[in-house]
């Protein structure tokens, strides 16, 4: 008979007749084995003294079919004890750092006269090196029910819109780890808010919230991959801190951190979108897809748990979701805002004022619909009210003493300013900065105060009484009066037509000049 296979139960099915009796030729004849191969396995089995009213266990088979199937290992061939010799230097090749390629490792050992096929010394460095070998991969168990689910973003193909114009749809799938029931997100962004709006969503769609999230090291989830130690967008961590479920991403490249979604990805590509005429409406594609998700993948025996995903979920785990919380997350978002020397910082467009010791800093700044926050570090500095494009939110307790009023063109305050230096002078404020447009007369209310502290109060408030009187209101005039006078004066003292008495001139008491002198003893003796 031809060559066949001997397994296990033809081995034990060998024995088995032999123990009753019937002869390697009887053997042959019923089709079990061939009769020599019979012979050698009867032959084997009186060896380890089986006898016919012994006991095959699988052990006893184990040992007959060892002695039969047993083969002599082959001689190390010229080429194998060849290499065994440069296995050090192999080892210190391909361990480097940096390692050599296999290709230059056989370079080398050719120019030093070791000439070896490279088919052999590949070989070679995979049985004895481990060279290249492929990891040893397990099973993960599932985990318990609403512990898990893995996210990613699938591109599905191009749908067009009324307009003709053709535009690339993407998916957000989320499949739950335990049941594999899924949901599905068409969406033609994959940016955070389209992220979370997916995952809002999602949780509608099961009725809960999953414990824990892995994701790919998509941008809108992971700021910086890393193995151990990834960074995830603010803005996510606080919608995943919001809703309650922690954030675990998936490593790079390695697919088979989440396999369970890895595969869905083509399955929804091939059995939801292709061959289907989809117009590039969302509300109508997320309806479809709702419904392929509840109706279709949902209610399928799955391959892997052959078991119908739906029913596994509302069986076994909705009861341990997490419960949804009320209200919308505000989807913040975060960025970096430098300090200019007007004390403002622009945040999408808008200009937000910060205290002066900060002009220069790089801050991070997180602004949401209806607030606009400052950190440095982690202290938030600065609070302001979110304020629409080109506008501003300036707080004058930023600006340094002094200088709160002109940046914010206040008029009452610099009315009451003037005021402070003279009855005229804050007439004259009030007369300057009446009408309808005070601001554009502002900076001569400024140069009055100017003049004030230059010339001093007294001379300004004399001149404006003398310009309110004529009905002159012209503060450039006044500042020329002033100057005009101080030059007279200048000049007078420089020629010595004015002469400064010295301060002790009137230094002795009033009394001293006074015409008529009361003699208090005379007042006293009354006449004498």
């Given at each position: 008979?031809?060559?066949?296979?001997?397994?296990?139960?033809?081995?034990?099915?060998?024995?088995?007749?032999?123990?009753?009796?019937?002869?390697?030729?009887?053997?042959?004849?019923?089709?079990?084995?061939?009769?020599?191969?019979?012979?050698?396995?009867?032959?084997?089995?009186?060896?380890?003294?089986?006898?016919?009213?012994?006991?095959?266990?699988?052990?006893?088979v184990a040992e007959v079919a060892q002695r039969v199937q047993a083969r002599p290992l082959a001689a190390v061939s010229a080429p194998r004890q060849e290499l065994e010799v440069q296995r050090t230097r192999i080892e210190r090749w391909l361990g480097g750092d940096p390692p050599l390629r296999l290709?230059?490792?056989?370079?080398?050992?050719?120019?030093?006269?070791?000439?070896?096929?490279?088919?052999?010394?590949?070989?070679?460095?995979?049985?004895?090196?481990?060279?290249?070998?492929?990891?040893?991969?397990?099973?993960?168990?599932?985990?318990?029910?609403?512990?898990?689910?893995?996210?990613?973003?699938?591109?599905?193909?191009?749908?067009?819109?009324?307009?003709?114009?053709?535009?690339?749809?993407?998916?957000?799938?989320?499949?739950?780890?335990?049941?594999?029931?899924?949901?599905?997100?068409?969406?033609?962004?994959?940016?955070?808010?389209?992220?979370?709006?997916?995952?809002?969503?999602?949780?509608?769609?099961?009725?809960?919230?999953?414990?824990?999230?892995?994701?790919?090291?998509?941008?809108?989830?992971?700021?910086?991959?890393?193995?151990?130690?990834?960074?995830?967008?603010?803005?996510?961590?606080?919608?995943?801190?919001?809703?309650?479920?922690?954030?675990?991403?998936?490593?790079?490249?390695?697919?088979?951190?989440?396999?369970?979604?890895?595969?869905?990805?083509?399955?929804?590509?091939?059995?939801?979108?292709?061959?289907?005429?989809?117009?590039?409406?969302?509300?109508?594609?997320?309806?479809?897809?709702?419904?392929?998700?509840?109706?279709?993948?949902?209610?399928?025996?799955?391959?892997?748990?052959?078991?119908?995903?739906?029913?596994?979920?509302?069986?076994?785990?909705?009861?341990?979701?997490?419960?949804?919380?009320?209200?919308?997350?505000?989807?913040?978002?975060?960025?970096?805002?430098?300090?200019?020397?007007?004390?403002?910082?622009?945040?999408?467009?808008?200009?937000?004022?910060?205290?002066?010791?900060?002009?220069?800093?790089?801050?991070?700044?997180?602004?949401?619909?209806?607030?606009?926050?400052?950190?440095?570090?982690?202290?938030?500095?600065?609070?302001?009210?979110?304020?629409?494009?080109?506008?501003?939110?300036?707080?004058?307790?930023?600006?340094?003493?002094?200088?709160?009023?002109?940046?914010?063109?206040?008029?009452?305050?610099?009315?009451?300013?003037?005021s402070e230096h003279g009855e005229h002078v804050g007439a004259l404020a009030e007369r300057l900065l009446s009408g309808p447009l005070p601001w554009g007369r502002m900076r001569q209310g400024y140069a009055l105060l100017r003049l004030c502290d230059r010339y001093g109060a007294a001379r300004v408030?004399?001149?404006?009484?003398?310009?309110?009187?004529?009905?002159?209101?012209?503060?450039?005039?006044?500042?020329?009066?002033?100057?005009?006078?101080?030059?007279?004066?200048?000049?007078?003292?420089?020629?010595?037509?004015?002469?400064?008495?010295?301060?002790?001139?009137?230094?002795?008491?009033?009394?001293?000049?006074?015409?008529?002198?009361?003699?208090?003893?005379?007042?006293?003796?009354?006449?004498?």
């Open positions: 008979m031809g060559f066949r296979e001997i397994t296990m139960t033809d081995v034990r099915e060998v024995l088995r007749r032999w123990q009753s009796g019937q002869s390697a030729r009887e053997i042959a004849r019923n089709g079990v084995a061939d009769r020599k191969t019979a012979g050698r396995y009867i032959e084997a089995a009186l060896g380890c003294g089986l006898a016919s009213d012994s006991e095959l266990t699988d052990g006893v290709v230059r490792v056989h370079e080398l050992l050719a120019r030093d006269g070791i000439c070896i096929a490279y088919t052999t010394l590949r070989r070679f460095a995979h049985d004895k090196l481990g060279w290249r070998e492929r990891p040893v991969t397990v099973r993960v168990d599932d985990p318990p029910p609403a512990d898990e689910a893995q996210i990613d973003f699938g591109e599905m193909g191009l749908v067009v819109d009324d307009e003709g114009r053709r535009r690339k749809l993407w998916v957000l799938v989320v499949t739950l780890s335990m049941s594999r029931y899924m949901f599905v997100w068409p969406t033609f962004l994959q940016t955070c808010s389209a992220l979370i709006e997916g995952l809002e969503a999602a949780w509608l769609f099961f009725g809960g919230v999953i414990k824990r999230v892995v994701p790919d090291n998509m941008t809108s989830a992971v700021v910086r991959p890393h193995a151990t130690e990834p960074v995830l967008n603010r803005a996510f961590l606080e919608y995943a801190q919001w809703r309650g479920f922690f954030v675990d991403p998936a490593r790079v490249r390695h697919p088979q951190d989440k396999p369970r979604v890895e595969n869905q990805v083509a399955y929804v590509r091939e059995r939801w979108f292709a061959g289907e005429k989809f117009r590039a409406d969302l509300k109508e594609l997320r309806e479809a897809a709702t419904g392929w998700c509840r109706d279709v993948a949902g209610a399928r025996v799955h391959g892997t748990t052959r078991r119908v995903p739906r029913e596994v979920y509302e069986l076994e785990e909705r009861p341990h979701m997490i419960a949804l919380r009320e209200g919308t997350f505000d989807v913040p978002t975060w960025t970096k805002a430098k300090v200019h020397p007007d004390h403002h910082a622009q945040i999408a467009r808008g200009l937000y004022s910060l205290p002066t010791r900060f002009i220069g800093k790089t801050l991070d700044a997180r602004a949401d619909r209806i607030s606009v926050r400052f950190y440095l570090g982690g202290e938030m500095i600065k609070l302001h009210s979110r304020v629409a494009p080109g506008k501003r939110s300036t707080d004058p307790n930023d600006y340094p003493v002094g200088k709160a009023d002109y940046a914010l063109r206040s008029v009452d305050k610099l009315k009451a300013r003037a408030d004399a001149l404006c009484e003398r310009s309110l009187s004529f009905d002159v209101i012209d503060v450039s005039r006044i500042e020329r009066m002033l100057k005009s006078a101080q030059k007279v004066e200048s000049d007078a003292s420089a020629n010595g037509k004015i002469v400064r008495l010295p301060e002790s001139r009137f230094a002795r008491d009033v009394s001293a000049f006074a015409t008529i002198r009361r003699d208090r003893s005379r007042g006293q003796g009354g006449g004498q």
